[in-house]
């Protein structure tokens, strides 16, 4: 799933649709009535890999919860266009939640439906839609980097209009949420974390790799002992994004090839966005993609305002020609306000 752009920049039910991950878009505005729209994702719903995989029953109308594997509960919203995913990994003696989500609906209640464990917060990045519910939490672990602590300052209403408009919702608006003034809370980091730091729960230990490119502050994480890897944003089954101005691809390429290398030790990726399981083969594919990609050896869609789509099997890549370019924005200035993010 993509995302469209924010507040007053949000772009239209045709773009909507394409951005998320439903292999096609509505009709554009002034399209002929009897043109043939492609599937909205929430006719996508569920999605296959999260099918396949056992629901745990939670008092939520919002959240969706699946195990994974043992330990690890995938915590998704998949009636919001981001369908977003956050994940409940639980040791003998402490949890991890990796991402809080959109924050539209409180998700601590439901992480203490599921654990009475002490639960400390890590985030895959710092998008908006991955610590929207840091707030809610005591503990929380974050890189040091300025565009982490630019965006701890949370995200405004204006920032967020385009996330809470009426085509990004299945069934409406969540009982009881304000969409008027959502917003995410502003939150603070009890203990900085860095690149091969590791995360010790009791009988299960988790690696941080920090994997900057769609992000600076990007992390993906390893279980080294249960071959799973979490991988926030840097590769989900849908489309890539890879065209705001924080993200760089020099960064993005190198940090795939990383996570790449890893793939003939997983048994299961697992990703921020749309299913919570995915095959590690594709961490290569990736690889090679964004190489080919940056390459100029693939013919890509064009989209608009300077972006282009490229389609693989499995996934796609969006960029803008600024980046292909060579030309960045300031990814130390954090929420602007001015695009929305995976």
Known sequence: MERPSRGARCLGLAVLAALCGCGGSAPAPGA??????????????????????????????????????QGVLAIAEPFQFQEVISYLVLGNERALLFDTGLGLVPIRPVVEQLTSLPVQVLNSHTHFDHV???????AILALDTPYTRANMRGFPPAALAGEVAPASFCRGAPSGAD?????????????????LDTIDLGGRVLEILHVPGHTPDAVALLDRAN?????GDSYYDGTIWLYVPETSLDDYERSMARLASLAPGLERVLPAHNTASAEPRRLRQAEEGIRQVRAGSLKGTEESEGRMVFAFDGFSILV???????????????????????
């Open 32 to 69: 002929p009535s009897n043109a043939s729209p492609s599937p909205r994702w929430c006719d996508l719903l569920p999605r296959p890999a999260n099918a396949a995989l056992e629901r745990v029953s939670v008092a939520s109308d919002w959240f969706e919860v699946y195990r994974v594997e």
């Open 179 to 195: 969409t008027d003034g959502f917003r995410t809370r502003p939150w603070k980091a009890t203990r900085t974390v860095a690149d």
């Open 320 to 342: 803008s020609r600024e980046l292909l370019q060579g030309r960045t924005g300031d990814p130390g200035s954090g929420g602007s306000g001015l695009e929305t993010w995976r």
């Open 227 to 231: 071959r799973l890897l979490w991988t």
């Open 132 to 138: 929207g519910g840091n707030a809610e939490f005591d």
